[in-house]
């Protein structure tokens, strides 16, 4: 018998509803991250520091709310908690617009965090229902290319909107995607869920322990990324590079192709030889980046050649790292403890990117330049890639739940 005939279905009305609503929560988000800065000194007529804080507020309320988010998506029925978190992400957006005190602009920028990161641990929890077991690093692959599209085409759109038309219509669009994906979110046959006694309060409950580990390891990954986010362009201009916006639209580029194949390969049997794989290339890929103005010295493109093909790395070494420790969380989590995996994985993610954004910051201003940041981040991947090679793979072999 035809072996496509015997799989499991992928592509069901429940996950591909749930990727387009994830895609259209995050492009509202990622168009509206390069123009908010501009949005608050235009308005509020600050100063760097005081926007920043305030921007930084986003990362913070995320965070502090994962464990939770967790703990509440195996708690309460999950399609009623992705729409509500998901109106409330919605109503940030008329706050930003609104609002005419900075005070409650940072307040609203903290309460967009927290309903973020409570909504996107649901988005992922009920994609992750829908996924037939067989198929789950697949599934995982393909979901998270809606954030990659978003991450590719966000940014440049809203810069387009803004320059254009002012960022009112900014506002606006983000304001109708997010309604357009709250629809799609309501559309969302999910079924109810069981009504159980509740089990006595543990930390299980809030962080899956048996992810210590991939946990650890995803926090050196998202370290190494946070100075990507905040400080590449800064980079660029010192090594004397051009279009460094071309930097991010080839590690998204990186990242979908690769998540297109390595799902199955997850699927396969590959999984922990596959991350271990983009952690390897993840150094390497950092360490061309590291030294890329030597090497331009040397080649006849200059600096812009290894600098652009560091950004293609970054990009296809992420590609095998997201799917596979998310997958790795599932795997080592009961039924019941989707929600805390992901919330867990994610929180992971986020510690990673705010201490490598406030480590690299304070590096550069006291080195005077941006390349120690990034070599930092070369020996932060180095140490995480050892411990995955020599713990990390073992344990989610000896720990994997069969079945979940």
């Known amino acids: 018998m035809n072996e496509s005939v015997e799989k499991?279905?992928?592509?069901?009305?429940?996950?591909?509803?749930?990727?387009?609503?994830?895609?259209?929560?995050f492009f509202s988000f990622y168009q509206l991250l390069p123009v908010l800065p501009l949005y608050i000194f235009e308005k509020f007529q600050t100063d760097n520091a005081t926007a920043?804080?305030?921007?930084?507020?986003?990362?913070?309320?995320?965070?502090?709310?994962?464990?939770?988010?967790?703990?509440?998506?195996?708690?309460?029925?999950?399609?009623?908690?992705?729409?509500?978190?998901f109106f409330a992400f919605t109503l940030c957006f008329v706050g930003y617009w609104a609002l005419g005190l900075l005070p409650l602009l940072a307040v609203v920028r903290f309460m967009h965090g927290v309903f973020f990161g409570i909504s996107t641990t649901a988005s992922n929890t009920v994609a992750i229902d829908a996924l037939p077991s067989s198929r789950r690093g697949e599934g995982i692959g393909y979901f998270g290319i809606s954030v990659n599209l978003a991450f590719a085409t966000g940014p440049m759109t809203g810069m387009?909107?803004?320059?254009?038309?002012g960022s009112n219509m900014?506002?606006?669009?983000?304001?109708?995607?997010?309604?357009?994906?709250?629809?799609?979110?309501?559309?969302?046959?999910?079924?109810?869920?069981?009504?159980?006694?509740?089990?006595?309060?543990?930390?299980?409950?809030?962080?899956?322990?048996?992810?210590?580990?991939?946990?650890?390891?995803?926090i050196f990954v998202g370290f190494a990324y946070g100075p990507v986010t905040n400080y590449i362009?800064?980079?660029a201009k010192e090594l004397g590079i051009g279009g460094s916006g071309w930097f991010y639209a080839l590690i998204a580029a990186g990242l979908i192709i690769n998540r297109i194949s390595t799902g199955r390969l997850i699927d396969r049997g590959w999984l922990t030889r596959l991350v271990?794989?983009?952690?390897?290339?993840?150094?390497?890929?950092?360490?061309?980046?590291?030294?890329?103005?030597?090497?331009?010295?040397?080649?006849?493109?200059?600096p812009a050649l290894?600098?652009?093909?560091?950004?293609?790395?970054?990009?296809?070494?992420?590609g095998l790292i997201f799917p596979g420790y998310q997958t790795m969380c599932v795997n080592l989590a009961r039924h019941d403890q989707r929600g805390t995996a992901n919330s867990t994985y994610l929180s992971g993610w986020d510690i990673g990117i705010g201490s490598g954004i406030l480590v690299g910051g304070s590096m550069a201003q006291h080195f005077g330049m941006h390349q120690q940041v990034f070599l930092a981040c070369v020996v932060a991947l180095f140490v995480a890639d050892i411990m995955y090679l020599c713990y990390t793979s073992k344990h989610y072999h000896k720990n994997k739940l069969e079945g979940n």
């Open 306 to 318: 290894p600098f652009f093909i560091s950004s293609f790395m970054i990009g296809t070494s992420l």
């Open 8 to 25: 499991p279905a992928l592509w069901t009305r429940n996950f591909v509803t749930c990727a387009a609503a994830n895609f259209l929560l």
């Open 233 to 235: 362009a800064l980079y």
């Open 160 to 165: 387009f909107l803004y320059e254009g038309l």
């Open 52 to 85: 920043g804080f305030i921007i930084s507020l986003y990362t913070i309320g995320a965070l502090c709310c994962r464990p939770f988010a967790g703990f509440l998506v195996d708690s309460l029925s999950r399609k009623p908690l992705y729409f509500w978190t």
């Open 170 to 218: 900014v506002f606006a669009i983000s304001i109708a995607l997010c309604v357009i994906g709250l629809i799609l979110v309501k559309t969302l046959p999910v079924k109810p869920r069981e009504k159980k006694p509740h089990a006595p309060l543990s930390l299980d409950r809030f962080f899956l322990t048996k992810a210590i580990p991939q946990f650890l390891n995803f």
């Open 276 to 302: 271990g794989m983009g952690m390897t290339l993840n150094v390497l890929a950092y360490l061309l980046l590291t030294y890329c103005g030597e090497l331009g010295a040397i080649l006849p493109g200059g």
